[in-house]
Each structure stands twice: as C-alpha cells, then as structure tokens.
C-alpha cells in the first residue's frame, strides 16, 4: 500500500461546530504532516509528528487541534473555526523528507 | 534561511512543445531539492528530487531537472507537453533542520490544444 487516504473528501461545517479529519498511511513512514492550503498558493505547514510525537507546530491557532494515535493515523480536530479558515487541508507522509512526501488528496474545508 | 523561488507564476505552452518552468534557491546548508506536480483537485506527487551526484536529474513523465550550483537554480523541463501536464508544479527545499519541506510559490502550467 503506496497511499494516504484522507478522509473525508469535503466537509462544511458551521463556526460553532467540532468535526475531525483522518489521514491514515500503511508504509510505514515514521513522520506524518498536516498543510494547509488555500488557492492558487503553496501548502503551508501546520504540524509534524515524528514516531507519533507532535514535533513542529507552526503556531497554529488551538482552534485546530492534532492528534496521533498510532503510527499509522493522523487527526486533525477542528473546533470553533472562522470562514478563513476553508481551505484544502493536506496531510503527508515520509520515512524521511530527504525521501520525499507522500500526499493525500486532501479534504476540502469550507466554514460557514 | 532555506527558500526558493519561481519566477512565473503562470507558463502557458502548446501541446508537443518543450517547457522549462524556473526555480532558483538560497540555502544555508547542505542543499536538497525536489519538483512536486499538483493536478487539479489532488494531493501533491514528487516528480524527481536532487540530493548529491548528477546534476541531471530525470524523473517521471518524462520530466527532468539540471542543479545549477553557481546559479542556485534548479529548473525543470520536459521537451514535449501533453494535455495531461497542465498542473501546479512546485518547487522544494529542505529545511535548516531538515525536518521538513519548504514549497515554493508555484508556476501554473497550462497546456493549450
């Protein structure tokens, strides 16, 4: 298995809602990211967890909230978000980044 | 700091002919870097990635890159486009720490009938 599914595919959600995303790979890879993406821009990192521990967090506002609770899933909670906050959220990951990422196809947010 | 920069944004071309889309880098350290091609409502896929040896690098789909030291460049080309290559196409570097990847602003490449 050379994949990371991400579920769900879209999400509307209202800005007093909590809902969560899943990333789930079976490579093995020791390191799992979070991006976020809004259009026509880069993806921006959010998180890293490395052997499932958070290490990098790019001063993500708490509202999003990540979690790992085994080395092969990876969610991303979202609670109380703002209409910036719809994007694509891309998750990805690597044994190492010298190897390259792995993507998911990623989940298309939109905050209403 | 790590960086890297692509100078269009946008790369219109006609099918069957050659492209090069342009990416230049600064570092700090030891320098590593990748080609990443996004399809309209995709993840992003790795296309060929320079770490050490030649600096002709070939990749899927045809596409191949040059490392450039003296010009800190890293451009990527493919001598015949199809219809299929119009993607965002992102150019990547290591971090310091090299712990993660930084992605470029990206150049769109759209390939005209």
């Known amino acids: 298995d050379t994949e990371v599914t991400q579920t769900p595919k879209h999400l509307v959600m209202g800005m007093t809602n909590k809902k969560s995303l899943k990333c789930e790979q079976h490579?093995?890879?020791?390191?799992m990211y979070w991006y976020k993406q809004k259009a026509k821009k880069p993806p921006e990192l959010m998180f890293v967890?490395?052997?499932?521990?958070?290490?990098i967090n790019e001063s993500v506002p708490s509202r999003f909230s990540p979690e790992c609770p085994n080395s092969s899933l990876l969610n991303l909670h979202l609670h109380a978000l703002q209409p910036e906050d719809s994007a694509l959220y891309l998750c990805?990951?690597?044994?190492?980044?010298?190897?390259?990422?792995?993507f998911g196809s990623g989940t298309r947010l939109t905050v209403v | 700091a790590q960086s890297v920069t692509q100078l269009d944004s946008q790369v219109p071309v006609f099918e069957e002919a050659p492209v090069e889309l342009r990416c230049n880098y600064s570092s700090s350290v030891s320098v590593y870097l990748f080609w990443y091609v996004q399809y309209p409502n995709q993840g992003l896929q790795l296309l060929l990635k320079?770490?050490?040896?030649?600096?002709l690098v070939k990749g899927i789909n045809g596409f191949e890159a040059e490392f450039n030291k003296s010009q800190t460049s890293f451009h990527l080309r493919k001598p015949s486009v199809h219809i299929s290559d119009t993607a965002e196409y992102f150019c990547?570097?290591?971090?310091?720490?090299?712990?993660?990847?930084?992605f470029g602003p990206g150049t769109s490449l759209s390939v005209i009938p």
């Open positions: 990547a570097v290591i971090g310091s720490a090299y712990d993660k990847v930084i």
């Open positions: 967890y490395s052997y499932e521990k958070l290490s």
């Open positions: 320079y770490l050490s040896g030649s600096t």
């Open positions: 990805a990951s690597s044994q190492d980044p010298l190897h390259g990422y792995t």
């Open positions: 490579m093995g890879h020791r390191a």
